[in-house]
Nanobody, 124 residues
Framework: VQLQASGGGLVQAGGSLRLSCAASGRTRSIYTMGWFRQTPGKEREFVTALAGSGGDTYYADSVKGRFTISRDDAKNTLYLQMNSLKPEDTAVYYC??????????????????WGQGTLVTVSS
């Protein structure tokens, strides 16, 4: 599976962005998908994930109520709608895909394929 993330950019605090992640290859084997983010000097952190089509969703406390993850299987695309953006949301955002369900709370080892990242910059 190959993943291509897009949609990042510069936005003012309080604004919105929608990220997309297009999947190609053996997409029928994908079960879980998610978004992580990383800032310089810090570890990549979990943002949100979902299991299956229309299955359970998971959100980091820092984005709960502001971000929404969704998946369009017909288009093989994962989305991240980000509203009420804050400067601390500034990061490179990575999409990821996995082939099995989550044994616990989603984490990086649950995902086998990763996109290249797209930069989101939120100005104050």
């Amino acid at each position: 599976v190959q993943l291509q993330a897009s949609g990042g950019g510069l936005v003012q605090a309080g604004g919105s962005l929608r990220l997309s992640c297009a999947a190609s290859g053996r997409t029928r084997s994908i079960y879980t998908m998610g978004w992580f983010r990383q800032t310089p000097g810090k570890e990549r952190e979990f943002v949100t994930a979902l299991a299956g089509s229309g299955g359970d969703t998971y959100y980091a406390d820092s984005v709960k109520g502001r971000f929404t993850i969704s998946r369009d299987d017909a288009k093989n695309t994962l989305y991240l709608q980000m509203n009420s953006l804050k400067p601390e949301d500034t990061a490179v955002y990575y999409c990821a895909a996995g082939y099995y369900g989550f044994t616990d709370y989603p984490s990086m080892p649950d995902f086998a394929a990763w996109g290249q990242g797209t930069l989101v910059t939120v100005s104050s």
